[in-house]
């Protein structure tokens, strides 16, 4: 027996409004704009994303997962960005009336997402219409005025680091796409495990924001693999990168994947889902990059050097490029 | 022969990117973040509303109708609190690769609007997932610290005024939909004009903002008809409301329209599409309100008040409520 939702006014009051407890500027989500202040001395850093069934997350995924990963993509944008998350706006599509049980699932994914990623709902919109599920997310956060760290300014010498570690992600998905590779793999259930929470529920690296905006030239998140975030990092600050292969973080289960098939480093360079965060940091701060990152718990792996010649190379233990037949995500390419 | 756009990057650089011109915060679009300063002495005002083919604008619509429509929603919930627009975000997701001529003609219709109602593009996203065209927007404006017009804040008493004309939106969507509807109106091609270009026209009522802030108790944009809208400030602000049908305000081409069907009343009520501005204003200073407004350009019409008992009646000529049995546009009821 499962009820569905009859109106927008029931939706926002009993599921949405209750995310807005405690935020004055969110009227209580009764009116259709809200009041957001600056911080004092800051300015705001803002992003929009959508996820959708079928294209950023599985229909089989939880409603919980779903939220989860909706407002982390978001929030690891203002993470690359060196920003503090402060409050979302939320525009939700439906197909059709929602049932009361997944609405009361996502609200508690997103209470879940807001108390870990320390934002809060402030306002948004619901509707149905044909099409995915859809939940486009607008994202707000602070830095002190000036000192948003961005993507265009890595100098050619700088180290390029990655945060945590890389594919896992993009394997998570493939295992549950297709549940045979688990075995093919030789991977343990935890292992599995491991991955595929990893796709399901990306974590935004915000302990790395001090870092960022202390010693970064550039930052940004890697949300579409390596080899296409590095190339578009690259592409606006004029300058190229070679990254090598085998200092690439691997996590203990993507490691053991990747020795049953190396041709899943694919996966790790392009694959996409990773929300880990790219940094390019003069070499004179390097050092001190690696202490903070490691002193907020994040640490970081340095995996090549920017290049005054154009162009991406990633290296093997051969020193051959490694051939990037597929080079992430792009939605018209 | 018509040319698809064949990459994620070619369609911010060629279409999106001049629309962000002189905006410093936007990063000319090449980051995946924007920074936004808050004016001093006000604070930020946020909304966001997303517009689909089929559901909020027809697939036979222009691309520079639907731009302009897609910004000028938005705006109009801004211009209802008595905001200043600044600055917009938006997401935009394509069924498939956009042709190019389209994206010519839809960012043109951006630039227009952006213009004519005083902000500028500084953020988004774009993909591609199935279902309708759609446009995420959101609108960021200002007002001094404190004084955002709310809908909440009604007091019985109060005279509620609207802006403009009611129900010729609704009327122009009913003139696309079913072409006889001209004759059987008897309008002219002109009168037949003015309908469908407030249909797909609308015009946020910013010249309005400053008569808001200094008199209204409370106010919203009507955009799901007046007796849903003018409900929704009822409850939220713990009052009811008597407005007169005699006194709505009508342009000539409704007129017309009622006079050949006096049933058409419904669009004029309960039509959506208005973008009008509701305001309910203290009875002292209801004089003050309206000069204001007239100064401003935009007249207003005072069509009945707010009262102690809940809920609305809109009152025929002989006294009597007229049957509200379509109350406005839900997406879920």
Redesign the interface.
């Known amino acids: 027996m499962t009820r569905?939702?009859?109106?927008?006014e029931a939706?926002i009051a009993r599921y949405l409004a209750p995310l807005a407890a405690g935020t004055p500027?969110a009227?209580g989500l009764?009116?259709?704009?809200?009041?957001?202040?600056?911080p004092a001395g800051e300015?705001?850093?803002?992003?929009?994303?959508?996820v959708?069934e079928?294209?950023h997350f599985l229909a089989s995924d939880s409603p919980r997962d779903v939220a989860w990963k909706a407002l982390a993509v978001n929030v690891s944008?203002?993470a690359?960005?060196g920003?503090r998350p402060i409050a979302y706006?939320?525009?939700l599509?439906?197909?059709e009336?929602p049932e009361e049980s997944w609405l009361a699932e996502f609200s508690s994914g997103l209470e879940e997402a807001q108390q870990a990623l320390g934002l809060k709902l402030?306002?948004?919109?619901?509707?149905?219409?044909?099409?995915?599920l859809?939940i486009?997310i607008?994202a707000?956060g602070s830095?002190p005025?000036g000192r948003?760290v961005?993507?265009?300014a890595a100098q050619a010498g700088d180290r390029l680091f990655v945060s945590g570690t890389l594919g896992d992600g993009a394997l998570g998905l493939m295992l549950l796409q297709r549940p045979e590779f688990t075995d093919a793999w030789c991977l343990t259930p935890d292992e599995r495990a491991h991955l595929v929470r990893r796709y399901r529920r990306p974590e935004p690296r915000l302990a790395l924001g001090e870092a960022l905006r202390a010693c970064a030239s550039a930052a940004?998140?890697i949300s579409d693999g390596l080899a296409k975030d590095l190339a578009r990092m690259c592409v606006?600050s004029g300058c190229g990168a070679r990254v090598e292969a085998l200092r690439l973080p691997l996590s203990p289960a993507a490691r053991k994947a990747l020795a049953a098939d190396p041709s899943l480093v694919a996966a790790v360079v392009a694959g996409g889902d990773d929300y880990e965060i790219l940094a390019a940091v003069p070499e004179t701060r390097a050092e001190e990059f690696r202490g903070r990152a490691a002193a907020g718990g994040l640490p970081v792996t340095g995996i090549g050097e920017a290049t005054p010649a154009q162009g991406v190379s990633i290296i093997d233990s051969e020193g051959k490029r490694l051939p990037l037949l597929r080079t992430g995500w792009?939605?018209?390419?």
């Open positions: 569905r939702i009859d109106s927008e939706l500027g009227l009764r009116d259709d704009c809200a009041t957001l202040a600056c300015e705001l850093v803002l992003t929009v994303d959508a959708a079928g294209v944008d203002l690359g960005k920003a706006l939320m525009a599509s439906f197909p009336a402030t306002g948004g919109d619901t509707d149905r219409r044909p099409g995915p859809t486009t607008t707000i830095v005025v948003m961005q993507r265009c940004m998140d606006a792009d939605h018209f390419g």
